[in-house]
């Protein structure tokens, strides 16, 4: 199968067999994702996608697919049922099918829709909640008001899906630390279950830098970035301030942290803000830049 690069994938979906179902992102405005700023979205065609299953199809025991690439769930709902009965039919083991998906593809799906793509086999979405501070959700060009956020993951969790979210530590800079993390922690105090949460490091490529800063200090002021003891003080303020529905089971293995974390919240809460409280004082417990990536 030739994919049409680049392929973004989470770090659990490492060994998972990848169909790309789309091409690029829906909206991709964000000023601080550099992801898909190469493709033009589109939608591609049933052939081409049962074409693709067919060819991994000799791997006939795999349990797990991802729907590529940014977000498969923009598809109308009935074209994303033919493909999850055609991926059943090819891997007659198939336990899980999880997919990208942003803000407005849940908002714009009904609750029926969800609850049907649940039934034909989606069963995770990877959500990009980025920060639950209003204005600089604006700030960074994603417009996205918290509340109607968490109508939206509380959509998905009604249909049983599992839902895998992110926060982007850092995204505020030194002035809006503060909101951007008491503001995150509230969302998902506020969302029935989010089965995983998961922290990023702000990192910014050479083609978002310019517009990143412009941006923000158009809408704000100058953009301080954090350093890594900032963004470690951000987590554990985070972790501090989260007190969820149902338990959390929390992770920092992007490659992008400076602190790789595992944990359960609330159970892991204290062992957790201690391994912060250690690495902020020592920086030879953080990851190298050399191994980091974004």
């Known amino acids: 199968m030739n994919y049409h690069e680049p392929v973004y994938r989470p770090p659990a979906e490492a060994n998972s067999i990848i169909i790309q179902v789309t091409l690029g992102c829906s909206y991709n405005k964000c000023s601080f994702c550099s992801m898909y700023e190469t493709k033009t979205f589109q939608t591609r065609s049933l052939d081409e996608i049962f074409k693709d299953i067919d060819s991994m199809s000799i791997y006939s025991d795999e349990r797990r697919v991802f729907l590529a690439d940014g977000d498969a769930l923009a598809c109308d709902t009935s074209f994303l049922v033919e493909v999850l009965t055609y991926l ?40 990009g909640i980025e920060s639950g501070n ?21 959509k998905a969790t009604k249909a049983n899906m599992k839902i ?17 993390i008491e503001d995150s922690a509230k969302l998902i105090n506020k969302c029935e279950h989010i089965n995983y949460l998961s922290t990023l490091q702000l990192g ?21 970035f954090c350093d890594d003891k900032d963004m470690l003080e951000e987590q554990r303020r985070l972790i ?15 490659a992008s942290n400076a602190l790789p974390l595992k944990g359960t919240l609330p159970r892991n809460k204290e062992d957790l803000i201690g391994t912060l409280s250690l690495a902020i004082e020592d920086s030879s417990m953080l990851r190298p830049m050399f191994l980091r990536g974004f």
């Open 88 to 127: 059943k039919k090819s891997f007659p083991k198939l336990q899980r099918v999880s997919s990208y998906a942003s803000p407005y593809n849940l908002l714009q799906k009904s609750q029926e829709e969800l609850n049907l793509l649940r039934e034909h086999g989606l069963s995770l979405v990877y959500y």
């Open 134 to 154: 209003h204005e600089l959700l604006k700030y960074v060009n994603k417009p996205m008001n918290p509340d109607k956020m968490a109508e939206g993951l509380n």
């Open 204 to 224: 910014l490529t050479s083609t978002k830098e310019d517009n990143f800063f412009k941006r923000f200090e158009k809408k704000n002021s100058e953009f301080i």
């Open 164 to 180: 895998s979210a992110t926060l982007i530590l850092g995204l505020g800079g030194k002035n809006l630390s503060k909101q951007h």
């Open 240 to 254: 501090s301030l989260i007190n969820p529905k149902k338990p959390i089971v929390f992770r920092s293995n992007h």
